[in-house]
């Protein structure tokens, strides 16, 4: 049987082939010896149709990554995450020199606010929903108290199209919000790194300061100018995900969290078991005794359900 890739929260659908023509046609006619258009306005007005917001509240990037890194290096002093979560943000922390206090989820997954609140000094909070890996999603009455403290609030919501939870309404009350989403999920376009960022126009056009005018590559801008045009097409496989998502948690309940993600943290580290049955899922550095496994096909979920079931007979 072959090996199947369920380890970095990936869609498991490549782009749909009308996508695919459309750029192939774009590739073929395209200056590749001139710079992109100082500041890509195209992409941000495609963005702005995405999103409602004007594209002066948008800031786009070489992959939500890029938009964290920015973010943390310009921190200038201690940043705040709430582990377990996405690992990145310690890891840019660490190489910027801040320091990342760590105000763990509770047992329950919920993010601790009044723990967070008592550090005054530091400079961005960073809140993932929902949250990889844990698969939940913050409570907004508890990211409201985070908000009113005025500290700078960086919200990962990567997931977003999984979670049918949509906090962008915050955006009208805190100027000290800015909300990350990409495309390497939901949209399928993992391996051509675009995320971008919603935030206040103060708050994005000095981030934008910190942007060089060529941001990004044409061909990364263009496919997501068409994905965004295509949108209806992308809503197909991020229903088939949820919808999967909810099958698979309902076959393996006792082993795995509820989720408003495209992947179930898994109650024990299944990594090992796994891999010997060519599944491959990821091992969590922060929860030992767990794994995380990303929704897959119907066809994959099917052998992820097998092994798990066969797992707790054992
Ligand atoms: N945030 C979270 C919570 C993620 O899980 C990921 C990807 N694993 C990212 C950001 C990075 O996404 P991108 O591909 O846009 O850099």
Known sequence: MEDIYLDKNENP?????????????????????RYP??????LLNKLAGLTGFSSENLIAANGSDELLD????HADGDIIIS??????YSFYA??????AIDIPLRPDFSINADEILK???????VICSPNNPTGNLIDRSSMEKIL?????????????EFSGEDYTDLLAKYKNLIILRTFSKAYSLAGMRIGYGIGNVEFISELRKLQAPFYMNILSAKIAEIMVDNYGLIGENIKYIVKERDRVYNEIKEMAYPSSANFLLLKKDLYA???????????LPLLKDKSRITIGTEKENNRVIDAIKEYVKK
């Open 13 to 33: 659908f490549n782009i749909p082939e009308k996508i695919r023509k459309e750029f192939i046609k774009y590739i073929k006619e395209a200056n590749f010896n």
């Open 37 to 42: 258009e100082k500041g890509l306005p195209e």
């Open 70 to 73: 920015m973010l943390i290096e």
């Open 83 to 88: 582990s377990p979560t996405f690992e990145m």
């Open 94 to 99: 660490r190489n910027y020199g801040h320091r």
């Open 119 to 125: 550090h005054k000094e530091a400079k961005l909070i």
């Open 148 to 160: 009113d403290s005025g500290i700078a609030t960086l919200l990962d919501n990567a997931y977003y």
């Open 273 to 283: 078991y796994m891999e010997e049955r060519g599944i491959h899922i990821r091992k």
